[in-house]
């Protein structure tokens, strides 16, 4: 945060006020008004944080214009094809790329973290089996705090430091034994000789009947997903990460709030909603009905992974992933399957289209990931949960940077508030 000098005036019942101006080293200028209400008496009024910085971060930076997402400075179209998903996570973690041996260090610090305390099998036990994996994960996340006593005290830099790598190793644990769970199959352990994607497909798609070898390319694919979706700013799950540990909750606590804040269809329930609608809609010759639907003002239908609050030009995740997708679905030799050919005549339809052309609704990157892990053979409901895993690095990076911020304070935002004023209490028989 540069120190300008520069200031910006209020002008407000007749007074001024000189607000601090600060200048990033990319992105717009950021005016504080942390002091505003102390002066002036009144708040601000920001729902959906569109115009509001709610921390000062080092880790990712988005031109939403530009289309250009940059882990620690780097763009995520040479990390995705250059790097893999742990070493993203190094450099999420600790800013900087690591050299051979602090990657070989990390890599078996996170594969020798993947199991789950045993005693955490009846704890997925007890849901129902037609339980959604999120439900689980939330849940099974959230105990972790239960399972891991020596890594909750955050202001112990160890054990912040262990929680992260534990959070990071077992989250494909977790998610494989919600997904293995809800079919009935028996939980399969982790194998430290493979790498952090192909573990996690051998985990999902295994039996103890047979040998599984994973495919390359689709481990391959697995890791794009992984490292495509790792961090992206201060986006609503990230952001949930950040007020629920600004009280001083558990990293665990936190994380599972996070994963709660994921699974809403207009955030990571994107691909699993994106699915679901190539379902509902089943032919191409149904797309126009839905492109209508979707422009019609009274309608409240939207076409799930298009759009994007911050993006608007084409998502750079979106553009790597569409070529994983042909690479995947050519593969697997399931390119004319019906459902993924509404994804692409939709696709072509919403690009020509004059309403998402000026809107500047494009494809974003749940369109592509849905359609990689259908053709994976995921079902809908694990679509989030991969998401969730993927996204753990983000948020334990971002919770990391917070708790070392000595300005850190917590979240407590304020209110427009509309409502009664003061009113006296009327008995009951007499209302
Ligand atoms: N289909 C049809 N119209 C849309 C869509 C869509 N998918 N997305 C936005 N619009 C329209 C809105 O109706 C609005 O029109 P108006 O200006 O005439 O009122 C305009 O585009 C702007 O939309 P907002 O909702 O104001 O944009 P916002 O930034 O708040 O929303 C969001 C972004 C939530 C992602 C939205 O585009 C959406 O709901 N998309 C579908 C869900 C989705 O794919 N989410 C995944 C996001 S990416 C991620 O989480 C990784």
């Not at 214009?65 to 995705?80: S, T």
């Not at 160890?158 to 077992?170: D, G, M, N, P």
């Not at 481990?219 to 790792?230: F, N, V």
């Not at 569409?322 to 993924?340: C, F, I, R, T, Y």
Request: aromatic share 12%; proline share 6%; with cysteine.
């Amino acid at each position: 945060m540069s120190d300008t000098k520069r200031t910006a005036t209020l002008s407000f019942d007749g007074q001024s006020f000189d607000l601090p101006v600060y200048s990033p080293t990319a992105g717009p200028d950021v005016i504080d008004i942390r002091k505003l209400y102390g002066q002036a008496g009144v708040f601000t009024y920001d729902p959906g944080f569109t115009s509001t910085a709610s921390c000062d971060s080092t880790i990712t930076f988005i031109d939403g214009d530009k289309g250009e997402l940059l882990h620690r400075g780097y763009p995520i179209d040479q990390l995705a094809e250059k790097s893999h998903y742990l070493e993203v996570c190094f450099l999420l973690l600790y800013g900087y790329l690591p050299t051979a041996t602090e990657l070989e260090d990390f890599e078996e610090r996170v594969t020798h973290h993947t199991m789950l305390h045993e005693q955490m099998q009846y704890f997925f036990r007890g849901f129902r089996r037609d339980a959604h994996p999120m439900a689980i994960m939330v849940g099974v996340v959230g105990a972790m705090s239960a399972f891991y006593h020596d890594s909750t005290d955050i202001t112990d830099e160890w054990q912040r430091e262990v929680a992260s790598i534990r959070l990071i190793a077992k989250m494909p644990t977790i998610a494989a034994w919600a997904y293995k769970y809800s079919i009935g199959q028996p939980f399969v352990y982790p194998r430290n000789d493979l790498d952090y994607a192909s573990n996690f497909l051998r985990m999902c798609f295994a039996v103890p009947a047979e040998e599984y070898e994973v495919n390359p390319i689709l481990a391959r694919a697995m890791d794009r997903i992984l490292t495509l979706h790792a961090d992206h700013e201060q986006n609503a799950s990230t952001s949930t990460v950040r007020l629920a540990s600004s009280s001083g909750a558990n990293p665990f606590a936190c994380i599972a709030a996070g994963i709660a804040c994921l699974w809403g269809p207009a955030h990571g329930g994107a691909n699993q909603a994106c699915l679901e609608m190539l379902k509902e809609i089943g032919t191409p010759d149904r797309i126009p009905e839905f492109i209508d639907r979707a422009k019609d003002k009274d309608d409240p239908f939207r076409l799930m992974g298009f759009g994007h609050r911050v993006y608007k030009n084409t998502d750079p995740r979106a553009k790597v992933l569409k070529q994983s997708a042909d690479e995947v679905l050519e593969l697997l030799g399931v390119d004319n399957n019906p459902l993924l050919q509404v994804a692409k005549e939709l696709e072509k339809v919403a690009l020509n289209d004059p309403y998402f052309v000026e809107k500047k609704l494009f494809p974003n990157v749940d369109f592509y990931s849905g359609i990689i892990l259908e053709a994976m053979g995921f079902p809908t409901s694990m679509f989030t949960p991969v998401f969730a895993l993927s996204r753990t690095v983000g948020w334990v990076s971002q919770w990391k940077e917070m708790i070392a911020d000595p300005q850190n304070k917590i979240g407590r935002p304020r209110q427009l508030y509309l409502g009664e004023t003061l009113r006296d209490y009327v008995d009951i028989e007499d209302r």
